[in-house]
T-cell receptor, first 113, second 111 residues
Framework: AQSVTQPDIHITVSEGASLELRCNYSYGATPYLFWYVQSPGQGLQLLLKYFSGDTLVQGIKGFEAEFKRSQSSFNLRKPSVHWSDAAEYFCAVGPYNTDKLIFGTGTRLQVFP | KAGVTQTPRYLIKTRGQQVTLSCSPISGHRSVSWYQQTPGQGLQFLFE???????NKGNFPGRFSGRQFSNSRSEMNVSTLELGDSALYLC??????????FGPGTRLTVL
């Protein structure tokens, strides 16, 4: 079955610290992988995506993610977190050429000054 | 270019009623998808429309339906509302079926 697992429900970091949010997926074919961010009461904003090619992808707001096929993982990283990064982060996987995304349960990020 | 717009932003209904939500995609986007977001079930795919045809459907009861018009605008309808239908309903549009842009959502409360 196709699924996305985000093992960490809630993460707390200090401002300026590094961040890694974990994402593991189960998917039969080559997946398209996404990270989205959602602020309270808002829709989802795309941070970055992986379709093919270089396994380290750069996104907006200083985020990056690395696709590791052998580990079925697509972890999100940021070297230095800002207070404005506090939000909920969703990893998602989708098939080629359709918009049917499967989302993980999300990781809520809290940032302390 | 304007983003995805959803109307209304907030709705309160009572059990047994029906509701229609509207979504206007980004200009030029022909694909529109709908998702339901609840604290218990998270983000779940409802359906996807492309050029007025339903291309994919999630695992929801027949009370949930949708359609897409020739201008790519989409509506979703929920009939015979239940308390469990209270959720944030998100619409997303895409140009090429790969990168989706989400609207702010419609918050539906069923009393």
């Amino acid at each position: 079955a196709q699924s996305v697992t985000q093992p960490d429900i809630h993460i707390t970091v200090s401002e300026g610290a590094s961040l890694e949010l974990r994402c593991n997926y189960s998917y039969g074919a080559t997946p398209y992988l996404f990270w989205y961010v959602q602020s309270p009461g808002q829709g989802l904003q795309l941070l970055l995506k992986y379709f093919s090619g270089d396994t380290l992808v750069q996104g907006i707001k200083g985020f990056e993610a690395e696709f590791k096929r052998s580990q079925s993982s697509f972890n999100l990283r940021k070297p230095s977190v800002h207070w404005s990064d506090a939000a909920e982060y969703f990893c998602a996987v989708g098939p080629y050429n359709t918009d049917k995304l499967i989302f993980g349960t999300g990781t809520r990020l809290q940032v302390f000054p | 270019k304007a983003g995805v717009t959803q109307t209304p932003r907030y709705l309160i209904k009572t059990r047994g009623q029906q509701v229609t939500l509207s979504c206007s995609p980004i200009s030029g986007h022909r694909s529109v998808s709908w998702y339901q977001q609840t604290p218990g079930q998270g983000l779940q795919f409802l359906f996807e429309y492309f050029s007025e045809t339903q291309r994919n459907k999630g695992n929801f009861p027949g009370r949930f339906s949708g359609r897409q018009f020739s201008n790519s605008r989409s509506e979703m309808n929920v009939s015979t509302l239940e308390l469990g239908d209270s959720a944030l309903y998100l619409c997303a549009s895409s140009l090429d079926g790969r990168e989706q842009f989400f609207g702010p959502g419609t918050r539906l409360t069923v009393l």
